[in-house]
């Protein structure tokens, strides 16, 4: 199984900064990377998928990017709103596997 | 509006087993295969299966094989998740989520608890 690995684990911030987290493959996995947002005792939410595509309603300070083993999540000018744990998932063919998630707390 | 329904949480013993549906509403049910995820608490997120809801055809996690069956009804738009001869590993939220064409997941259900307890 292809595997995922996320850094930081955890990250505190202020609303208004930029952070980055990123997501490692154990492999080549092209661009089938997707990331999702999940808040406290919520379903995760769909942010980006294809390694760089906004999923339906996600704002524009979200950004993904990378191809091949390495990829990153941005958000620009953290809002309220973005605080909560991310996941990455690799979507390139079954079983699919998530990273370990990061989670984001407000500084 | 695509929306998946689940049950409410279950408490069940050790050893017996559980089914847990997911009504789908909102588009064509036999268009997207349907996804189950387990998380556990304070854990990430495993892909147990999917199940193509037009033929039932189904992919399952090996990690999962034996322990989880993937059913549709296509009449009522409900897929199922049995989990069988449970234990405390077993504990945890289960999701429904569709599948999307390129097999990321567009949408959620709200979860369902599991609890395994004597």
């Known amino acids: 199984d292809i595997q995922m690995t996320q850094s930081p684990a955890s990250l505190s911030a202020s609303v208004g900064e930029t952070v980055t987290i990123t997501c490692r493959a154990s492999?080549?996995?092209?661009?089938?990377l997707a990331w999702y947002q999940q808040k406290q005792g919520k379903s995760p939410q769909l942010l980006v998928y294809?390694?760089?595509t906004l999923a339906e309603g996600v704002p524009s300070r979200f950004s993904g990017s990378g191809s091949g083993t390495q990829f990153s999540l941005k958000i620009n000018s953290l809002q309220p709103e973005d605080f909560g744990s991310y996941y990455c998932?690799?979507?390139?063919?079954?079983?699919?596997?998530f990273g370990g998630g990061t989670k984001l707390e407000i500084k | 509006e695509v929306l998946l329904q689940q049950s409410g949480p279950e408490l069940v013993k050790p050893g017996a087993s559980v089914k847990i549906p997911c009504k789908a509403s909102?588009?064509?049910?036999?268009?997207?295969?349907m996804d189950w995820v387990k998380q556990s608490h304070g854990k990430s997120l495993e892909w147990i299966g999917d199940?193509?809801?037009?033929?039932?055809?189904?992919i399952y996690n090996q990690k999962f094989k034996g322990k989880a069956t993937l059913t549709v009804d296509k009449s009522s738009s409900t897929a199922y998740m049995e989990l069988r001869s449970l234990t405390s590993e077993d504990t945890a939220v289960y999701y429904c989520?569709?599948?999307?064409?390129?097999?990321?997941?567009?949408?959620w259900g709200q979860g369902t608890l599991v609890t395994v307890s004597a």
């Open positions: 989520a569709r599948s999307d064409d390129y097999g990321s997941l567009a949408y």
């Open positions: 909102g588009y064509t049910f036999t268009d997207y295969n």
């Open positions: 199940i193509n809801p037009n033929n039932g055809g189904t």
């Open positions: 492999e080549n996995i092209y661009s089938y």
């Open positions: 294809n390694a760089k």
């Open positions: 998932q690799h979507h390139y063919g079954t079983p699919y596997t």
